[in-house]
């Protein structure tokens, strides 16, 4: 079987609106005979690019028009493909928890791959290198709250603040949260709100 056969036999039952990336063919051939293939299946339009070596069916709604995968579907593709934490923004996670109202213009991510833009479908999206210890618990309450209160700084940290964190989390959570490789004014902060 050609690797482009092989290749559009899978995709059939792939599911409409499902990013997946060119690493999923990696069996059918090589890199290239695999990225050329998919590359003309999205010029035909029977696969859609959304970003660099990550494609999907189209969908189409009736009430939405096509549907587009969300941001972060596709960022977890490039953080297993790249090998890399990839966690949201202190000031997303400060709006989660109500500490803020404001959004952010463009996307903005923490990584702990290097410094850079991706483009996902027409969004750029901001990929910007941060220490290790603002990508602990990547994907949880506890590491929301983590980059919420990195955010915020030792300045913006309240007693108000750590209550409205609080009150998210489970007592579970806001132990491991307090257990966390965290600097001293965030231990303290914490320490007084229990």
Not at 10 to 37: C, E, H, L, N
Not at 38 to 46: F, I, N, T, V
Not at 49 to 75: D, E, N
Request: glycine share 8%; proline share 4%; charged share 20%.
């Amino acid at each position: 079987m050609s690797v482009t056969a092989s290749i559009v036999k899978r995709i059939k039952y792939t599911p409409k609106g499902q990013p997946f990336g060119i690493d999923r063919f990696v069996d059918a051939g090589s890199r290239t005979a695999v990225a050329k293939t998919l590359s003309r299946l999205a010029a035909s339009g029977e696969l859609e690019r959304l970003s660099r070596g990550i494609y999907m069916r189209p969908k189409l709604s009736h009430f939405a028009g096509y549907v587009r995968p969300s941001t972060k579907s596709v960022l977890q593709i490039i953080a297993r493909r790249n090998r890399e934490i990839i966690q949201v923004h202190g000031a997303e996670a400060v709006r989660y928890f109500g500490l803020s109202t404001q959004m952010q213009i463009r996307p903005v991510y923490y990584t702990s791959g290097a410094s850079r833009q991706v483009k996902v479908g027409a969004k750029r999206i901001r990929l910007l290198h941060v220490a290790p210890q603002k990508l602990q618990h990547t994907g949880t309450i506890v590491g929301l709250s983590l980059c919420a209160l990195f955010y915020l700084g030792k300045k913006g940290v309240s007693d108000t603040v750590i209550t409205s964190i609080k009150a998210k989390m489970t007592p579970s959570e806001f132990k491991q949260l307090a257990d966390s490789e965290i600097p001293i004014w965030m231990q303290i902060a914490l320490r007084q709100a229990t």
